[in-house]
DNA sequence: CATGAATGAGAGTTCATTCAT
DNA sequence: GATGAATGAACTCTCATTCAT
């Protein structure tokens, strides 16, 4: 048995390389501009060993795209310290926009590009989406206990939050603020942030 | 004079039809995942055809992009009828709406999809594009005049205000709204529209 | 029987245009590189025009090498005034390279371009270059006449001549002086030239 | 170790086959009119294996450009037995022309076709090219020490004597020299040579 | 397990040429 | 006689993928 276990840890380890290359160069350039090749010299293997630890091409984007959600939760996830909810809503906006700005073409997959996504129900990574959602959800009524956004609908509230948190994050990462002058774009982007929680505090 | 007026009617029919299935294509798949031969294919004509009409692939994706525009401007400029400034916001976000379900190909062009804009400052989408923004913000701007907004920056609430709306557009067109049942999404689409208005209305 | 003659004319005179516009897109840019297209553009009607006078772009070439030959031979022929043959000779190795500098492309095809070389002894072409490689044997045998090159075979001093002239002059024209620095290139040639006159001297 | 030199060796074999075919090709239509897939074609392989061997079309040429200049510096700089300079002067001339007629097609690319000259002054080739006419003017700039070229220019001279040689020879190469019939073609070039020879004696 | 070798399919683009009008 | 429209065939080059070794 220890054989069969041995080499079962070689191929995660080595499926796990893969992918950490695959993640850098995706980070750089974006899915569709990373070929097998790439990723191959990248780990300074032959090309057609990867086809030895994934199906194709899409499997390693859905092995990303796990992992962005991975990481995404990450930073969702880790506001517990936080006592006061409103607060702790405030932070995850935070959060969100780092995890935007710093994995650009993450966020691009999960949330923009237009990509087989995995629908079916009981995949990981519809859990991973479904929990993240279902934390703001949460958080937001947690915030009605302590007499924030009184009368309104809580999933309503939350979609509006995400939809707000999308909307800036998108435009920017898909050049649509170009109405602004370079210098200003990321300044803007932080005064309406601003802008919008201070609204959230106000209702 | 027939003859050359038909000619000129068959030309402008040839360049719609490209556009057409060049539009469902682009949306479907992506600008990068889009070929000229695909496009031929789906008219039924060789690729060079293609050629004939437009200069090359950017040409097909600027003239699609420009006639979004136009529509979009034409959605977003008959308001005038309505004295009220902040009624008129109220309706534009309804016509933003409205032009982004009746077409969503063409929002998806203007504000979603990745591909070589035209970032010349003197090209005719890039006007209309600003011309939109801009009306945006005066209107804000207007509405403070009615006792709206105080206190805020015009400029940056119009982004907000555009940064919601296109949130909530981009995420249903995009297929992320699938945390909720399909019976659900219009009307969450609704509902969280509405709290937007009655949000704006408050501060 | 008059329409006929003046339609034919017509035909001529088209042809001439379409010549001379293949002439100096030719002389400009060398037989590969230009098209149909652009000579149609230059004399402002269709590619498919072109095509009534002339079979295809073999002919255009076959009629441009023609052109080459004559005036080239318009560049040989001229030497009447000059009585001294050596005089005479030398003159001819003037001219032979002032054509050459002055319709590169032309002595390109002439003598240098691989070709479909039409090698009917009978074509117009052939008796031209035979016409031309005559009046230099011919000329070579007057000078040993005036007692220049006793003891020559006539025939063989003309190839030799016309190789050294030839020779000079590819070498130029398709860029094997590059072991030179520019700017002596042309000088190289003169001086070259300049003794080869002088070596045909004495002896 | 036996397999590594193996595929080695297989490697080499495989770009041997893929410059034959190449060369005879860039010879027979010139360099543009070559095509990676005429030359995959040609060995039965596909256009892109082509490019497992070969960075692209350029690099394809120089290779051959390169293996031409090392044979024909091999020709050129066998000669020291000689000791007599002007005898050897004679000799490399022989060596020129006997090499021109064994490798007409490496003639060709060297002295004769348009192609993407590299001129990096310090590429394998220029060296190779330099070396071989370097050798040229010491040579007869030696022979001036023995008393020939009296009161030439020896730079100027080396020039026209490579001239005439290439005069000959691409006249030859070229089929330009259909003027004198067939059988006397080869004599013609080898009267003319000796004619050369002769001159040079005496000046 | 790993890979070198090979390829089919496809990208955008150009051009000589044809043909119905 | 002239042409607008159309195309087949070609170009260089890239990439995901397969397979014998």
Redesign the interface.
């Known amino acids: 048995m220890g054989v069969k276990e041995r080499k079962e840890r070689d191929r995660q380890e080595m499926r796990d390389t893969i992918l950490q290359s695959a993640h850098q160069l995706f980070v750089d350039k974006g899915f ?1 501009d990373v070929s097998i090749r790439n990723i191959a010299e990248a780990i300074e293997y032959s090309p057609a060993t990867i086809y030895l630890y994934f199906k194709d091409k899409n499997e390693i984007f859905y092995a990303l795209h796990m992992e962005a959600f991975k990481i995404f939760n990450e930073y969702m996830f880790t506001l517990a310290e936080i006592q006061d909810p409103f607060m702790r809503l405030m932070k995850m906006g935070e959060r969100y926009m780092e995890f935007t700005f710093k994995f650009p073409k993450y966020y691009d997959i999960m ?4 990509a087989p ?1 995995n ?1 079916d129900i009981n995949s990981e990574e519809w859990k991973m ?2 929990a993240a ?1 279902c934390q703001l959800e949460n958080l937001v009524k947690e915030c009605q206990d302590t007499g924030h956004f009184t009368g ?2 809580y ?3 939350s ?2 939050i ?7 994050c ?2 920017a990462l ?3 603020m ?2 602004y002058v370079e210098e200003e774009r990321s300044k ?1 982007l932080e ?2 942030f601003t ?2 929680k201070q ?1 959230l505090e ?2």
């Open positions: 569709d949330f923009i590009m237009q996504m629908c989406g479904e959602h309104k609908d999933k309503t509230l979609f509006l995400w939809s707000t948190m999308h909307g800036m998108s435009l898909r050049d649509r170009k109405i803007m005064k309406s802008m919008f609204i106000t209702i």
